[in-house]
């Protein structure tokens, strides 16, 4: 059973930053892509950033093009997402989620984590 565990979330001023991690297991998957969505207090669930195992895509998100950089630990069989110059707006509860396949961005995601929350102060 694939299982996500974020960590990383809390509270920052605007303008800091923060490291979310996702820790993955059990995958069988031979191609993946993994990455991030985040969803606002009223609003819909977004991309925010994905990565394929064989490293060819990615993706990342205008509203975060700049700020934010997807990265992993392949040893770690961990994901980062450093997310710099955070803004109000970033303010959310923040999942790691995957599928099989090789194509960014992430859409029809097969397993979600619990997600993590970060709040971003003005």
């Known amino acids: 059973q694939v299982q996500l565990v974020e960590s990383g979330g809390g509270l920052v001023h605007s303008g800091g930053s923060l490291r979310l991690s996702c820790a993955a297991s059990?995958?069988?998957?031979?191609?993946?892509?993994i990455g991030w969505f985040r969803q606002a207090p009223g609003k819909e669930r977004e991309g925010v950033s994905c990565?394929?195992?064989?490293?060819?895509?990615?993706y990342i998100a205008d509203s975060v093009k700049g700020r934010f950089t997807i990265s992993r630990d392949n040893a770690k069989k961990t994901i980062y997402l450093q997310m710099n110059s955070l803004e109000p707006e970033d303010t959310g509860v923040y999942y790691c989620?995957?599928?099989?396949?090789?194509?960014?961005?992430?859409?029809?995601?097969?397993?979600w984590g619990k997600g993590t929350l970060v709040i971003v102060s003005s």
């Open positions: 059990g995958f069988t998957y031979n191609d993946y892509v």
């Open positions: 989620a995957t599928r099989g396949g090789n194509v960014c961005p992430l859409y029809g995601v097969d397993y």
């Open positions: 990565l394929s195992s064989n490293g060819d895509n990615t």
